[in-house]
């Protein structure tokens, strides 16, 4: 595979080297970032083999590194207000790390699976990607330190299986059974376009995302969500029962066109999920023929109909995502949806430039009249993924 990561928009007096310094004592060797994603459609089809459409946000996590020439990890980050994180590489093991030092320890522990000889280093992370927000905060804390290894180490590894890497490391580590999406969106995605990604084969296409006079004002509820508590791995469960049955591989393998006569096959229970997926992988296809064709506003009803998908038929929604995207609709948004896993986190809305400001009042008051937390706001514009920064 082509494309290794390659060192550009490197600021040497980056802050990060200097948070670095003052932890450690010493200069790092370097500092990486990675994206946070939204993903505009293309929701729960990624462990089904289907198509996704995300884009990386401005929001990043960097990391600067410096190896040590012993097997001990030193970790530190500016947001956890405790100290530094000590660990042995060679005593890692799933289950033995928590909180959010894992997830560092994951990509290392990931490498070392696949037969690289990775030893101990000093790393500090500065984020500010929010957590629990549905805006891949951990994807992108795992290929910020996927990166640096890489560079550091010259493992040659490309920005897919450095994804691959990742996604391991959240799978099998940090015990989270996600598909790929994130981490590809964090490592692949480029500026000014959605990653066009079909999971089955990870091939990628980078699509324009010329929004004219339209925005993506992103919403989010502040409601954390836990994709580990088993609901997800619930429904990734549910799909793979209903493939079964229905004889093939994976749902990506249903036609739209024999999806009725499918439902009528499976348990009732089963039916909704099938209908989510194979509806959402031709929402994807139709998403990205929009923007081929310079007509991005088509995409409003696309991303309505696929929140709708999301609560009634996948039911991963919740009460406080339903009133932004309702909300967002009716103060004059063209389209709006829950972006992410579900269970909480972020809402995005398809609004143009001049509505950006009332659109966002309407949210607020919406939320505050009903009691929620003050939802976090943002104009989202498609950013590069993964990089050198020092
Ligand atoms: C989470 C997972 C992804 C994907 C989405 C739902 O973000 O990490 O792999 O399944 O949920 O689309």
Wanted: charged share 20%; hydrophobic share 45%; glycine share 10%.
């Amino acid at each position: 595979m082509a494309e290794h990561t390659s060192p550009h928009e490197r600021h040497p007096e980056h802050p990060v080297t200097h948070h670095f310094q003052s932890v450690f004592g010493t200069e790092p060797e370097g500092v990486w970032a990675a994206p946070g994603r939204i993903n505009l459609i293309g929701e729960h089809t990624d462990y089904n083999d289907g198509f996704v459409l995300p884009l990386a946000i401005p929001q990043h996590t960097s990391v600067a590194v410096r190896r040590r020439s012993d097997d001990l990890l030193r970790l530190h980050s500016r947001q956890a207000d405790g100290p530094t994180v000590e660990l042995r590489v060679a005593d890692l093991a799933p289950g033995s790390v928590t909180g959010w030092a894992k997830y560092l320890a994951a990509v290392v522990w990931a490498l070392r699976e696949d037969g690289h000889l990775i030893g101990g280093a000093d790393l500090h992370i500065d984020s500010d990607v929010p957590a629990g927000a549905g805006l891949s905060s951990s994807a992108a804390l795992e290929c910020a330190v996927a990166t640096a290894y890489n560079d550091l180490n010259g493992l040659g590894l490309s920005r897919t299986e450095l994804a691959l890497v990742a996604q391991r490391a959240e799978n099998e580590f940090v015990g989270v059974p996600c598909g790929v999406m994130d981490q590809m969106a964090s490592m692949c995605c480029t500026a000014d376009a959605a990653l066009f990604l079909d999971t089955r084969d990870l091939g990628s296409r980078q699509v324009p995302l010329a929004l004219d006079g339209l925005r993506l004002l992103v919403i989010d509820t502040r409601v954390k969500h836990d994709l580990a508590d088993g609901a997800y791995a619930k429904l990734r469960a549910g799909c793979e029962r209903a493939a079964e049955a229905l004889g093939v591989l994976t749902l990506r393998d249903l036609p739209s066109s024999g999806l009725a006569e499918a439902l009528d096959r499976l348990p009732a229970e089963l039916r909704p999920l099938v209908r989510h997926v194979v509806t959402e992988n031709a929402r994807v296809e139709q998403a990205v023929a929009l923007l081929s064709a310079g007509d991005p506003a088509g995409l409003g009803p696309i991303l309505t109909a696929g929140h709708a998908s999301l609560r009634d038929d996948y039911r991963v929604s919740c009460p406080e995502t339903d009133l932004a995207a309702a909300t967002a609709e009716a103060a004059g948004a063209l389209g709006a949806r829950m972006t992410g896993g579900g269970f909480g986190g972020s809402v995005i809305a398809l609004v143009s430039e001049v509505m950006v400001g009332s659109v966002r009042e309407a949210v607020l008051s919406a939320f505050a009249r009903a009691g929620h937390r003050t939802p976090r706001t943002f104009v989202a514009t498609a950013s590069a993924g993964a990089r050198r920064l020092a």
